[in-house]
């Protein structure tokens, strides 16, 4: 009789350990969907302020492999030739009119508002995140993902994917203490060519901003192999070579 | 304010006004086409700053600086600046220069700077990880904030404004740079030199020599670490390391250490005698950066200067400086102290130790783009201060408005209480373009 009710609740908790697998399969997959491996990128971030005023930047952004990211500010003109660097939990900024590299963390901001420097040098999120949770709910799945460690600059992701193209459509950001840092909306799914189709526009609005929104718009995402050097110090007032 | 002043200041008002338009329908559109890499860029900023200044005008400084001026309550400054740069980038060489004009006028003294080259020349990138480069540049060594006793190469910065821009040396170097797997995964070499005679680097050394320097970067087990060296030539030579790592994701530390052999240390007593003497010495700094739960940001550096003074020297050259200035003094005795003064007694920061703490937030009252910080710079040796309150905001497009008032004290013969102005406010709006 104990065998037969062990066996009945392994039974019950097979589609739990599936779904655990599932759970990490649909978030390597989704981060693919998002972006190739290794990249190049050109977005426009904008802040929006209650009254309607709007402040852009335009950035030009590289990646290669699972943690190495580095970006090139285009615009405007006040932060045009500033680049930041990432390589795993390392992050730096170069300022043309200090001239030197300096070491910045996840969740300061380059560039104000509601964007900080984690939402603009993104990783991977199977490279950051655990999924805890997976359920279904009608067209979507929906995963809580848990920080891998403490540098991370979100402490817990509730997400909400869309099952048909597995591509996010919204992530709440949380704090270790549970308070909602902010709410990303994917929006505008796009063909970039190349077998990339993704949302084009994240729009971003956080209970800390209120009445505040920031939008994040992609172009020219394709894939492109670089070097392991790009993703160096001394390459950072160099990004501009690598335009075309 | 002067009339050139009265219509910038329209002029940024202008910006303002139309730089906090209400978002167009067509906000989210983005074609990265209207970004192409352009063959020729130009840009740059166009600064206006207006002070207020609080002569000290019984102070040595002030009646070496403005010999024989009456001294008054307040001064009014305007300064305006223009700095331009130019690209051209023709893969795999890019040429660039940039150069800066500037006027400074107030009732006591105008200076016109009709253009200085700042930095200019030819770069060479032989491949991702292999450049080199001809011209006048600006090597920033050191993770230091406020100073960095291992810029084996370059203009000291202003520890008050470290951002502030500064000139280059015309020099040639290499850089080399590998990425590697292991526990170093990146390293670096730079060698360079900074050819000096009679009309080159001068400021840098009037001796005929090549000048060479050399650093070798490391990336090891997530800590950046930096091996610098100059050799002997127009100036003495130098080696050191630097170091800086993030211990969380909101502490980092960083510091410095550089040994200086046989340099010159010029000394002087009250009473107008100097000696000099040879020294080999070491400088140091050891700093952190910390963003507490609250977003203040905490940058706090402690610098030895092993070449600076002491409490009772600086003590002694400020006594001369009273008894040279005196009207009854021989009239030797003020070149005597001008000499003093340019042999390291005038430097900005003379001393011997300091502590630099600058609390920062971003944001502040949910002020969006808005930044407040305080800046306390204390020579540990005569306990003078100064102390730096500063608010800025850089919310319109290609503006930053910044106000600060930079007040000095200490007890009388002591580096803060001894400059030319004791305290200043100071007004600056900086357009990009």
């Known amino acids: 009789m104990k065998i037969s009710k062990l066996l009945a609740f392994m039974a019950l908790c097979l589609p739990l350990l599936a779904s655990a697998v599932d759970g990490v399969d649909i978030l390597k997959k989704l981060d693919r969907n998002l972006d190739p491996e290794s990249y190049e990128s050109y977005r426009k971030l904008i802040n929006i302020e209650p009254n309607g005023a709007k402040k852009e930047f335009v950035i030009y952004s590289v990646k290669k492999g699972k943690d190495q990211t580095a970006s090139l500010f285009l615009s405007p003109s006040s932060d045009k030739g500033r680049s930041t660097l990432r390589q795993g939990d390392n992050m730096w900024l170069y300022i043309p009119s200090v001239g030197k590299p300096v070491r910045i963390t996840s969740l300061q901001s380059v560039i104000g508002g509601v964007f900080n420097n984690a939402d603009i040098m993104r990783l991977d999120y199977a490279q950051e995140y655990d999924v805890k949770l997976i359920e279904e709910k009608g067209d979507h799945y929906l995963l809580d993902l848990k920080a891998k460690t403490g540098d991370v600059a979100y402490d817990k992701l509730k997400m909400k994917v869309d099952k ?19 709410t990303l909306h994917f929006k505008d799914v796009k063909d970039f060519g190349g077998g990339i189709k993704r949302p084009a526009t994240i729009e971003t609005d956080s209970p800390l901003y209120k009445d505040y929104k920031s939008v994040m718009l992609y172009s020219g995402l394709k894939k492109r192999s670089y070097a392991d050097e790009v993703f160096t110090q001394g390459f950072m007032p160099r990004l501009e070579e690598l335009r075309k | 304010m002067s009339a ?45 700053k207006e002070e207020v200044l609080k002569p000290l005008s019984d ?41 800066q004009a500037s006027y400074a006028g107030d009732a006591l003294i105008s200076t016109t700077n009709y253009g200085k080259l700042m930095e200019g020349g030819l ?39 470290p951002q502030a821009s500064r000139e280059g040396f015309v020099m040639a170097s290499g850089e080399w740079t590998k990425s590697l797997s292991g526990p170093i995964t990146t390293i670096g070499i730079t060698g360079l ?47 050191g390391f630097d170091f800086s790592r993030n211990l969380s994701t909101a502490l980092e530390v960083h510091g410095e250490w550089a040994r200086t052999m046989d340099a010159s240390r010029i000394t002087i007593t009250d009473s107008g005698a100097t000696s000099s003497q040879s020294v080999n010495v070491s400088s140091y700094l050891l700093g952190l950066r910390f963003l507490t739960e609250g977003e203040v940001t905490w940058i706090g550096e402690y610098y030895r200067n092993g070449a600076g003074y002491g409490a009772e020297e600086l003590n002694n050259y400020y006594q ?18 001008l000499m003093a003064a340019q042999s390291g007694y005038g430097k900005p920061n003379p001393g011997r130790d300091y502590l630099h703490l600058k609390a920062s937030v971003n944001e502040p009252f949910d002020w969006v783009y808005g930044a407040a910080s305080l800046t306390s710079i204390v020579n540990l040796n005569d306990h003078s201060f100064q102390i730096t309150p500063e608010i800025s905001y850089t919310g319109f497009s290609n503006l930053e ?30 357009y990009f373009f």
Do not use: C
């Open chain 2, 401 to 430: 408005l910044r106000v600060r008032l930079v007040i000095l004290g200490g007890q009388p013969h002591t580096e803060f209480a001894e400059k030319a102005f004791s305290n200043r406010l100071e007004v600056y709006v900086r």
């Open chain 2, 193 to 239: 030199v900074v050819p000096t005679n009679d009309s080159m680097n001068a400021d840098f050394g009037e001796k005929k020599d090549l000048n060479p320097a050399a650093r070798l970067y490391l990336l090891a087990l997530d800590t950046d670490i930096d091996l610098l060296w100059r050799g002997k030539g127009a100036r003495p030579q130098s080696f």
């Open chain 1, 164 to 182: 048909k193209l597995i591509l996010p459509t919204e992530i709440e950001a949380y704090a270790a203490s549970g308070m909602l840092l902010k």
């Open chain 2, 320 to 337: 001369f400086l009273d008894y040279a200035l005196t009207t009854s003094a021989a009239p030797g005795l003020i070149n005597k102290a």
């Open chain 2, 59 to 99: 102070s040595p400084a002030y009646k070496l600086n403005f010999p024989g001026v009456p001294g008054r309550e307040w001064l009014l400054r305007s300064t305006t600046t223009l700095e331009a740069s130019a690209k051209l980038n023709l893969d795999p060489f890019v040429a660039d220069v940039r150069a």
């Open chain 2, 4 to 48: 050139s002043s009265a219509a910038l200041t329209a002029a940024f008002a202008t910006f303002l006004t139309v730089a906090s338009l209400p978002a167009s329908a067509d906000e989210f559109k983005f074609d990265a086409s209207e970004f192409e890499k352009k063959l020729f860029e130009f840009s740059g900023y166009l600064e206006q």
């Open chain 2, 123 to 161: 770069r060479w990138s032989a491949g991702t990880g292999l450049t080199f480069d001809l011209g006048k540049r600006v090597q920033r060594w050191g993770k230091g904030y406020a100073w960095s006793p291992v810029g084996f190469v370059e203009r000291p910065r202003d520890a008050n404004d």
